[in-house]
């Protein structure tokens, strides 16, 4: 059938008066929208090519580009929207299964929005952050189950010792990490920005199952090595070039369902550091085959300790799904010294729409069930929750660590620092920002320079944020605040809502 | 002095630097004036492309510039206390004998009114020359040497 519906999801608006033919949106559309008229001396622009990724209306010079979301309607039906029509549209087009990138776009509830911090009145003070100390920097990793202190002597003045061994911990001075990315879904300098950052801030990246480059490695003390289910690029040296690492079980984005990296994508840098054959597929398995059980994940995760000789915590990542809190529960009493739980909304290079959209649950709701569940079992303070999908703004942290959180991890909010503008299509590896594409023409683009700079200003943002609202509410540090429900309320929640995520609704005093 | 490095990694060929180039030398200096009513406006600086490898080149500036060695009208002249290479558009007589010498090709010629040569002047009336400024990538960097 040759009958096609071309039907494009953006139109772009040239106007004609400012347009000055400079070619610049030409030259930086990888999708090749725009294309130059020699004989008429102006740029033709084939609408259905658009991607919606900013591009060129960023560079266009004179600001003669817009992109605008197409207003050609179907009948309107609110069962079948235009959405379900296209995919249908494609599907029997192309047999194939509907790929996207990014986290989950539909409209199900955000509950941050739905959940508002306290701040102090009269009955007790507020701090003023520019004036008096505010700690936010905190600690990732197993506590003790109690904590012995005892008088020493050194250099003839007492200081105070602990008297059992600390486990190994991170030191974090925001409680804000990079979140899992690995060399291949995104480009070597969208890594290198993320690394330099975390290590100018005292923060950490996470390499994602993409092992490490060489270049990575100088950024040792602020890296967390992680082994999924393909275990590309792990060896000792690779775990012992990270100061934690992480067992990646599963993606908020697609649980359940592996990687797979196009063999496009795989070029002699990136075979090197994957360790598999150029131009291969990098295929990670849905399960790891040596975990169908809480006892195998134990093994693992001892098996990684014995290699970094107790020296390095050892992290297990899973998705949000139904059972979470009994998974959660399970894990630690594996042995790991942090959890990450990646909520429904975080993002991909790539996974099955159906999934990213189907699949898991909110993290607000993961994440205070997790919590609670743990202090029930009297094993909160074994491990330290770092939680991801979709963490937005400041507020969304600070939100978080209330409901339990000792940290959260950022992916998109990064790569939008980067410059990315979500047009959702990392999988075609045709990014025009030079984030998810291994193209050298692309992969220019950014700078990692930049790319730090943007990232740092990013975190000190953040972290004067969290110390004006810390500040506000009376707190000086931001341990004081982790799981203490008592600064949220809910607003819109039904009584079931309330009930998970622990809160009262607003307007509800002691 | 301070002069302009090249950093051909994160070039990307956008040509932006070319454009506000010739906006800095066109007489209007407004961008659609410039495009739009204004004929040939030459850049002075140039974007070279192989493949994926690009990078903007413009005069260098040469400690020893054999192109104010080579004008024959004293048109070209390196300012001694700034270390600018400036022609002289009133007295260039448009031999193209610093075209000839340049090692670098940054020369050109500007025919649009008088035979005279193009060429970078590090747009010294602006406290960043103007490619450097609107570089998207920081592909130019102005710094002293």
């Keep these: 059938m040759t009958l096609k519906l071309n039907q494009s999801e953006f139109e772009i608006i040239r106007d004609k008066e400012k347009c000055i033919s400079c070619q610049v949106c030409v030259r930086q559309c990888s999708n090749d929208v725009h294309e130059y008229d020699e004989t008429e001396g102006v740029i033709l622009s084939d609408s259905s090519k658009c991607v919606g990724c900013h591009r060129c209306e960023t560079l266009c010079p004179t600001g003669s580009i817009k992109i605008k979301k197409r207003e050609s309607e179907f009948k309107s039906n609110a069962n079948w929207t235009p959405e379900h029509l296209k995919n249908i549209y494609k599907q029997a087009e192309t047999g194939g299964v509907i790929l996207t990138g990014m986290g989950c776009d539909k409209p199900y509830p955000v509950y941050w929005d739905h959940i508002l911090f306290n701040a102090s009145q009269v009955t007790n003070p507020s701090i003023d ?12 990793g197993r506590k003790p189950d109690i904590l012995e202190i005892k008088p020493v002597k050194e250099a003839g003045s007492d200081i105070i010792k602990y008297k059992n061994n600390l486990e190994p911990q991170l030191e974090i001075n925001i409680p804000v990490l990079f979140s899992a990315m690995s060399y291949g879904s995104i480009s070597l300098n969208a890594v290198k920005s993320l690394a330099r950052a975390a290590s100018e801030f005292g923060t950490f990246y996470n390499t994602g199952e993409g092992g490490l ?22 060896d000792k040296n690779y775990l012992n070039n990270g100061a934690a690492v992480e067992i990646k079980i599963g993606q908020g984005a697609k649980p359940g369902i592996g990687g797979h990296l196009p063999g496009e994508k795989v070029n002699y840098d990136v075979s090197t550091t994957r360790m598999i054959p150029e131009g291969s597929d990098a295929i990670s398995p849905a399960p790891h085959h040596d975990i169908y059980s809480i006892e195998d994940l134990s093994q693992l995760i001892y098996a990684l300790k014995e290699a970094t000789e107790y020296k390095k915590p050892v992290g297990v990542k899973v998705s949000a799904v139904h059972n979470i809190a009994p998974i959660a529960s399970g894990i630690v009493r594996a042995g790991a010294d942090f959890i990450s739980i990646d909520g429904f909304r975080g993002g991909t290079g790539a996974a099955p729409q159906v999934i990213r959209d189907n699949v898991g649950i909110p993290i607000e709701l993961a994440l205070s069930s997790v919590d609670l569940r743990l202090r029930e079992e009297g094993i909160r303070h074994k491990v330290s929750l770092i939680v991801a999908g979709s963490i937005r703004s400041s507020s969304d942290v600070i939100k978080a660590i209330a409901l339990g959180a000792d940290a959260v991890y950022i992916g998109t909010a990064a790569l939008v620092a980067l410059g990315c503008h979500l047009c959702q299509k990392c999988y075609t590896g045709k990014c025009n920002w030079g984030i998810a594409t291994q193209d050298p023409y692309l992969t220019k683009r950014l700078n990692p320079e930049i790319g730090t700079r943007r990232l740092l200003n990013l975190l000190n943002a953040w972290s004067h944020e969290i110390k004006e609202m810390l500040g506000g509410a009376g707190i000086n540090a931001i341990e004081s605040l982790r799981g203490n429900r008592e600064h949220l309320r809910g607003v819109g929640l039904n009584e079931r809502e309330l009930s998970i995520l622990g809160i009262k609704h607003a307007g509800e005093a002691w | 002095m301070k002069k302009i490095f090249i950093k051909e990694e994160y070039c990307i060929a956008c040509r932006l630097c070319e454009i506000y180039c010739q906006v800095e030398h066109s007489k209007s200096k407004k961008i659609l004036k410039a495009f739009k009513n204004e004929k040939d406006i030459l850049s002075r600086v140039l974007v070279e492309e192989v493949g994926y490898n690009s990078f903007a080149i413009q005069c260098r500036h040469c400690e020893d510039a054999p192109c104010v060695e080579a004008c024959i009208s004293g048109a070209m002249q390196k300012n001694k206390n700034t ?44 406290e960043y020359p103007v490619c450097v400024r609107n570089c998207p990538n920081e592909a130019l960097q102005f710094k002293d040497i």
């Design chain 2, 83 to 126: 270390g600018i290479v400036t022609c002289d558009e009133n007295k260039c007589v448009g031999c193209w004998m610093c075209i000839m010498a340049c090692p670098y090709g940054v020369v050109k010629r500007d025919l649009s009114e008088k035979k005279i040569a193009s060429k970078c002047d590090l747009c010294s009336d602006e």
């Design chain 1, 129 to 140: 952050p520019l004036r008096e100390p505010m700690e936010i920097k905190t600690f990732i």
């Design chain 1, 213 to 234: 480059h060489k270049d990575l490695m100088i950024y040792a003390d602020n890296t967390i090595v992680q082994v999924a289910s393909g275990r590309f690029g792990v």
